[in-house]
């Protein structure tokens, strides 16, 4: 994030500046440059403004408060919560779904009660992909792996697999954008005996409006952040309006961070797509560095879905290992084994392959 001051540093050697006592110029005790005060006026213009623009953003917000509603109490009756007697973890589950196992640990649990406390999701994405789908999804997804065991392949099954609802905030925006950004041409010459290499240096000040829609942010501690933004992008044109019909037959996250706690991921994820934008007009450089920045948020809504995520978990050498799919696009990811003794024989298999060849092309080259 840009800073909210502004340090008067002298643009010869980086040094601070100060007016002396007596002078009518400001002057740079290290270099001894001296600087008319309106010019450096003129200089540091641009800076205090993005400083300004700085001490805005921060001071922007979210309007969490219309993110979701209240249940309607035909709704709520409905709607139980459970929770794991093993790991902890709270799932919502609608009324028909009253046996289950806990996704994150397995553990079969049956602890039924009332749910409440929890609002309301303003939109929900059903389910398109199905448990075959995540299951060839997942062998596919084993493919082209060249260092997994190949016991692993030959004798995997899958453990548990379960479609859940997951909590996402989906934040939208109007921005104000600045930065600054040191870029650079190079071009190399020869003089005499020497190559010469000229750097040319130039400060570029970008600033434009931009607007974001829905920048989605899980509201689940218990849903690996990494996973869930490696399983985007959703489609959210099929957002439909919430209904419970839609719970019916799955399990359903609870949130457990809510909008506001949110929300400095969406604004970090739209800071960096702010600052990409502004970088990629900044053409015909062979450098460019960001030097600052300010991202200052005009308008800001947020809303909040459901989404649908396929969990399936493996086990290899008592180790568990979980995938997930983007139970609308099929998308999966996860980690995976490897076998250490192909890591190992790969390369220097590829040694043996490598070294004739090298030695024929010598041999030629003798001729």
Not at 107 to 134: C, E, H, S, W, Y
Not at 280 to 292: I, K
């Amino acid at each position: 994030m840009a800073d909210t001051s502004v340090s008067y540093k002298c643009p010869n050697c980086g040094a601070p500046l100060s007016f002396l006592p007596g002078k009518k110029t400001v002057t740079c005790e290290y270099c001894g440059t001296e600087f008319e005060v309106s010019a450096i006026e003129e200089l540091f213009r641009d800076k205090q403004d993005m400083a300004v623009h700085a001490a805005e953003a921060q001071e922007a917000k979210w309007q969490t408060e219309d993110a979701g509603s209240e249940w309607t109490s035909d709704e709520a009756k409905t709607l139980h919560a459970f929770t794991c007697s093993s790991c902890g973890a709270e799932l919502v589950c609608d009324e028909n779904t009253m046996a289950t196992e806990c996704v994150y640990c397995g553990n079969p649990t049956m602890i039924p009660k009332r749910f409440d406390g929890m609002l309301k999701p303003d939109f929900v994405i059903p389910f398109k992909k199905n448990k075959q789908d995540a299951v060839n999804a997942l062998k596919n997804f084993y493919k082209g792996h060249m260092l997994l065991p190949s016991n692993f392949t030959a004798n995997n099954r899958v453990e548990a697999i379960q479609p859940m609802y997951v909590p996402f905030w989906l934040f939208d925006s109007q921005i104000t954008a600045q930065a600054e950004f040191r870029a650079a041409k190079i071009r190399s010459f020869s003089a005499g005996n020497e190559v010469v290499t000229e750097t040319s240096v130039y400060n570029c000040r970008r600033a434009g409006t931009m607007s974001f829609e829905r920048i989605p942010v899980d509201g689940s501690k218990k849903m690996e952040d990494a996973y869930m933004e490696s399983i985007e992008p959703f489609d959210y044109s099929e957002l439909v309006p919430f209904s419970a019909a839609y719970l019916t037959g799955y399990l359903a996250d609870k949130y457990d961070v809510d909008a506001e706690s949110s929300a400095a991921r969406a604004d970090k994820r739209v800071e960096t797509s702010a600052i990409d934008v502004l970088k990629s007009s900044v053409e015909g450089f062979d450098e460019c560095n960001l030097e600052n920045a300010a991202v200052k948020k005009d308008v800001g809504k947020v809303s909040y879905a459901m989404v649908p995520v396929w969990i399936l978990t493996t086990r290899y050498n008592d180790k568990p290992y979980t995938f997930m799919m983007n139970g609308q696009t099929g998308k999966v990811v996860g980690s995976l084994p490897y076998d250490s003794t192909k890591a190992f024989l790969y390369p220097a298999l590829c040694s043996l392959v490598l070294i004739p060849i090298f030695y024929f092309i010598i041999s030629m080259l003798m001729q």
